[in-house]
């Protein structure tokens, strides 16, 4: 059974950091797309950035662009999203998803995490 577990979310002040993490079990992700998506009620989700799990290569949302980071540990199936320089508009549920690389559909998605900052 696949899972994808997320953790790490919380409350920040503006201009603070949080590391989410995305544990993956159930099979291999070895030729998988691992994403970040965020939602905030009464809107639709948002794309935030994504990772191919080979080769590390990462894309993200403009509004992210150096600030957030997405990387991968292979040895723990863990993917993870560090968020620095957070602001009161990143505020927002947080889910990881995962697809076949090259594929549309997100496959696969976490439950959430709540994101809050506060200004």
């Known amino acids: 059974q696949v899972q994808l577990v997320e953790s790490g979310g919380g409350l920040v002040q503006a201009g603070g950091s949080l590391r989410l993490s995305c544990a993956a079990s159930?099979?291999?992700?070895?030729?998988?797309?691992m994403g970040w998506f965020r939602q905030v009620p009464g809107k639709e989700r948002e794309f935030v950035g994504t990772i191919n799990w080979n080769s590390g290569t990462t894309r993200y949302a403009d509004f992210v662009k150096g600030r957030f980071t997405i990387s991968r540990d292979d040895a723990k199936n863990t993917v993870y999203l560090q968020m620095n320089s957070l602001k009161p508009e990143d505020t927002a549920v947080y889910y990881c998803?995962?697809?076949?690389?090259?594929?549309?559909?997100?496959?696969?998605w976490g439950q959430g995490t709540q994101v809050t900052v506060s200004s």
């Open positions: 159930g099979r291999s992700f070895s030729n998988y797309n």
């Open positions: 998803a995962a697809r076949v690389a090259g594929g549309i559909n997100w496959r696969y």
